[in-house]
Nanobody
Framework: QVQLVESGGGWVQPGGSLRLSCVAS????????LGWYRQAPGKQRELVAGIISEGTTNYEDSVEGRFTISQDYAKKTVYLQMSSLKPEDTAVYYC???????????WGQGTQVTVSS
């Protein structure tokens, strides 16, 4: 079955950086576009970055230029490099299938990112 295990979150001051990782299993890695979602307290989960294929990525406007999504086929891992972090980036971050496919029915536990001074 599909398993998604996120890690790399933590507390960081505004302007700082973090790199999130998501190890995927239970499906053929590379068959589907994958993305990073986030859910802030009291808000709906939103897709912030997607990787359709090598060289084809898309980003939500508020993270464009600050976040970079990438993937390693050998490690079956998708990454989210986050820089110039802002307090409004505070959320639980999840990876999952994205874009025209929509997410799998299974979600990982997510990883908490907290940006504050």
């Amino acid at each position: 079955q599909v398993q998604l295990v996120e890690s790399g979150g933590g507390w960081v001051q505004p302007g700082g950086s973090l790199r999130l990782s998501c190890v995927a299993s239970g499906f053929v890695f590379g068959r589907y576009p994958l993305g990073w979602y986030r859910q802030a307290p009291g808000k709906q989960r939103e897709l912030v970055a997607g990787i359709i294929s090598e060289g084809t990525t898309n980003y939500e406007d508020s993270v464009e230029g600050r976040f970079t999504i990438s993937q390693d086929y050998a490690k079956k891992t998708v990454y989210l490099q986050m820089s110039s972090l802002k307090p409004e980036d505070t959320a639980v971050y999840y990876c999952n299938r994205c874009c025209t496919w929509g997410p799998f029915g299974t979600w990982g536990q997510g990883t908490q990112v907290t940006v504050s001074s």
